[in-house]
C-alpha cells in the first residue's frame, strides 16, 4: 500500500463541501474507510439530525494517557466570493494550495491523517487519539457530544493539540465569546403620526450605541493581557436589520453583536448588563405607548475562553516539538476552550497556516506549512513511542 502525502490527502479532504450548514457524513466516512485501511477503529458521535458526526479513533494503548489531535471538519461558505479556482479542487500555485479549508482546517486533518501509516506501525507507549468535529464555525457547539461521551467514560488524556492556523506557533490562549441576536418589537404607523407609534430602530439604535459604550469601558478600564494582539475584551455589532419604507415607522428590528472576553473576565456579566439596560431603560420607555413592545436577547452561539499556563508540561512540549520558545494568545476562538472546560486537558493551539488567510475568497496553505506539519507530528510519534 503506497502511502499518501498530507497533500494528496488535503486534495480529497477538500473535494467535500462541508459548509456547516451542509452534512459532513461523507467526509467522515471517507476518512473511516481511510483508518480502517490501516487497522483503526473509529467511533461516531451524531448530532441529533443524524446528519452530521464527530469522529473519534485512538492508536497505541488506549489504557494510557496520551494526546489529543483535534480539528473540525466543517467550513465557512463560499457563495458571494470571487475565486479564481474552484474552491472545492485543490490548486497548487506558487508554493500555495489554494482550496475552501485549505487553511480552517483540513491542512491540519490532512497532516493527521499522514501520519497515520507510521502511528500505526510504531509500538506506541502513549496513545494518539484523533478528535474530527462539525460545527465549530458556528460556536464550536459540535465536539460537545464528543466531549461528554469522553467525559462519561473517564478518558483523560495528557494533553489536547488544537490544530487551528497558528502558522505552527504555540498559542496557550484565546477569548472567550458571546454571540447575540436581538429582537426589537415597537409598534408601527404612518410616519406622519411617528409619536404614535414606537420605532424599533431607533431603540435598536440605543442599543448599538451601549454596545459601543460598553466597548470603549472594556478598552479603557477593563483588563489586559499583553499576549494577545487585541489585549482587552471587545464588544462589537455586526449587523442590524429593520424598516420597510421610509413612511412607516418599523416595528421590528433584529440586530447581531458579539462579546469577545479574556478568559478571566465575566462574559456572562456583559451579556446581563446589556439585557438589564433593555428591561429596565428602554422597555418602559417603549411600553408607555405600546405595551405589547419588548425586547429579546438571545445567546445563539457562546464557548469558552482558553488559558493554559505557560508553565504547563504540555506546553512545554509542543514548544520542544516546534523547536520554539515563544508562545502567545489569539482573539478568534477554537475548541480548545471546550476540552479544557468539559474534560479538563491542558490544552495547546498549534496548526499549519495563518489565520488571515480562513474564510478568505482564495483561501491558501502555505506548502513549507504543511512540511512543517509533517515534522511537528513526526517529532509528536517519536515522543508518543518513547513515552516521556
Given amino acids: 500500500m503506497q502511502t499518501p ?3 494528496q490527502i488535503l486534495a480529497q479532504l477538500i473535494a467535500f463541501d462541508t459548509t456547516s450548514h451542509r452534512s459532513n457524513l461523507a467526509l467522515i466516512d471517507h476518512v473511516r474507510a481511510y483508518l480502517a485501511e490501516y487497522g483503526v477503529d473509529s467511533r461516531l458521535v451524531m448530532d441529533a439530525t443524524g446528519q452530521k458526526a464527530n469522529l473519534w479513533a485512538t492508536i497505541g494503548p488506549a489504557d494510557r494517557p496520551g494526546v489529543i489531535l483535534s480539528g473540525h471538519t466543517d467550513t465557512v461558505p463560499v457563495e458571494g466570493q470571487d475565486w479564481a479556482s474552484d474552491p472545492y479542487a485543490l490548486t497548487a500555485r506558487d508554493g500555495r ?3 475552501r479549508g485549505s487553511c480552517d482546517m483540513k491542512g491540519f486533518l490532512a497532516c493527521v491523517l499522514a501520519a497515520v501509516p507510521d502511528l500505526v506501525a510504531r509500538d506506541l507507549a502513549r496513545p494518539v487519539h484523533l478528535a474530527f468535529s462539525y460545527d465549530e464555525e458556528v460556536g464550536c457547539v459540535g465536539v460537545v457530544g464528543l466531549l461528554e461521551m469522553l467525559r462519561d467514560e473517564g478518558i483523560r488524556p495528557a494533553l489536547c493539540i488544537v490544530g487551528e492556523p497558528s502558522s505552527m506557533q504555540v498559542v496557550i490562549g484565546h477569548k472567550a465569546k458571546r454571540s447575540m441576536r436581538v429582537t426589537v418589537r415597537g409598534r408601527g404607523c404612518h410616519s406622519s403620526l411617528a409619536p404614535q407609534g414606537v420605532n424599533a430602530v431607533d431603540y435598536a439604535a440605543r442599543l448599538v450605541v451601549r454596545m459601543q459604550d460598553i466597548a470603549a469601558r472594556l478598552a479603557t478600564e477593563g483588563g489586559r493581557d499583553a499576549d494577545y494582539d487585541i489585549t482587552h475584551s471587545t464588544a462589537h455589532t455586526g449587523t442590524i436589520r429593520g424598516g420597510t419604507a421610509l413612511n412607516i415607522v418599523p416595528d421590528l428590528c433584529t440586530l447581531d453583536c458579539e462579546f469577545r472576553v479574556l478568559p478571566q473576565e465575566d ?3 456583559l451579556v446581563q448588563e446589556l439585557r438589564d439596560y433593555a428591561r429596565d431603560e428602554l422597555e418602559p420607555m417603549m411600553r408607555r405607548i405600546a405595551p405589547e413592545a419588548g425586547i429579546e436577547i438571545e445567546v445563539f452561539a457562546q464557548f469558552p475562553g482558553l488559558e493554559t499556563p505557560p508553565d504547563a508540561e504540555a506546553v512545554t512540549l509542543v514548544k520542544r516539538l516546534t523547536g520554539s520558545n515563544g508562545h502567545s494568545k489569539v482573539a478568534f476562538g477554537t475548541e480548545g476552550g471546550r476540552f479544557a472546560e468539559m474534560l479538563g486537558v491542558p490544552t495547546v493551539i498549534c496548526g499549519p497556516g495563518a489565520i488571515a488567510q480562513a474564510h478568505k475568497p482564495d483561501e491558501y496553505i ?12 513526526g517529532r509528536l ?7 516521556a
Fill in 5 to 7: 502525502t498530507s497533500q
Fill in 97 to 99: 494550495l489554494y482550496g
Fill in 267 to 269: 462574559a456572562d456579566a
Fill in 366 to 377: 502555505e506548502r513549507s506549512q504543511m512540511d512543517a506539519c509533517d515534522a511537528f507530528l
Fill in 381 to 387: 510519534a517519536d515522543w508518543a513511542t518513547r513515552g
